[in-house]
């Protein structure tokens, strides 16, 4: 994608003005530009998850050893587990959703702590990349059943075609946000976590958005989870992880891989340079 230095200058000034006002200015009663884009967006581009669909939701898999054991002696005797006679091989059905009580969520990057939202991708393999999974590590992948028709904004990259210049750099300056891993302070999480909360209150089911570690993948947080159920789960182990990458300094140094980037190179340039201005 050619990029067009003023234009991306632009968005960039758009979007981190509007992280400065969430973050030191005003939380709960913003009004901001960047607000007025993103809700025009979030209606033309509007994605309707039909009745039956299947999403996935993954967790790194940790059961007691004492439950191992039991299921252990189970199997071992020709017998299925409760769990298992019902579908359930990783995690049951309360552990493949959604924590039970408010009280025990967290920050996440859509959700403010104490908010419960479904995190599930499009593909079971999706949903492992985004659990990190170390290597011999088990991950419950489970099966998340649509019950009822969810009316989701699609911030994901195919989105962007239609639109040039200033807007399509500002939805990728945001939507770089909702995919890249951020940092350990709960603080990153703010301006995230305000426009869901904003996409929430125009009457939407949830956001899709493009995966950080499969660019072909697609992530939908489901703010009304009430609409989904959990209906089976498999256990997963990971056997091997793979990395792609490109030597970026010194130059002319041999390529590991080749290195797919989301957003661009020459975003991710103008990224580094617009920072360092800053510094």
């Avoid at 200058?9 to 939380?27: G, I, P």
């Avoid at 359930?88 to 990057?109: H, L, T």
């Amino acid at each position: 994608m050619e990029v067009n230095n003023e234009e991306f200058k632009k968005a960039y000034d758009m979007w981190t003005s509007f992280k400065e006002e969430v973050l030191y200015k005003n939380r709960f009663f913003v009004r901001h530009e960047a607000l007025d884009f993103l809700k025009l967006f979030a209606e033309k581009n509007r994605k309707i998850i039909e009745k039956g669909t299947i999403l996935y939701r993954a967790r790194l898999y940790s059961a007691h050893p004492f439950l191992e054991f039991y299921n252990k002696q189970l199997n071992d005797g020709g017998e299925l587990t409760p769990g298992q006679k019902e579908g359930f091989w990783g995690y049951d059905e309360s552990n493949s959703f959604i924590p039970p009580y408010n009280d025990k969520v967290s920050d996440g990057r859509a959700n403010p702590a104490y908010i419960r939202y479904l995190y599930t991708a499009e593909t079971p393999y999706t949903a492992l990349v985004e659990v990190r999974p170390y290597l011999s590590s088990r991950v419950s992948i489970a099966e998340i059943k649509v019950n009822e028709t969810l009316n989701v904004a699609d911030f994901s990259y195919v989105s962007f075609p239609d639109y040039d210049g200033f807007e399509k750099y500002l939805m990728y300056l945001i939507m770089s946000d909702f995919s890249i891993p951020t940092a350990s302070d709960n603080k990153s999480y703010i301006p995230t976590q305000y426009i869901s909360e904003y996409i929430k209150t125009l009457g939407f089911d949830g956001i899709r958005f493009t995966s950080s570690l499969n660019s072909s993948g697609r992530n939908i947080t489901i703010f009304n989870f009430e609409k989904c159920k959990a209906i089976g789960s498999k256990l997963y182990q990971v056997g091997n992880i793979y990395f792609e990458a490109n030597c970026i300094e010194p130059k002319n140094e041999k390529r590991l891989t080749q290195l797919g980037s989301y957003i661009g190179e020459n975003i991710f340039n103008m990224l580094q340079d617009l920072n360092k201005q800053k510094e």
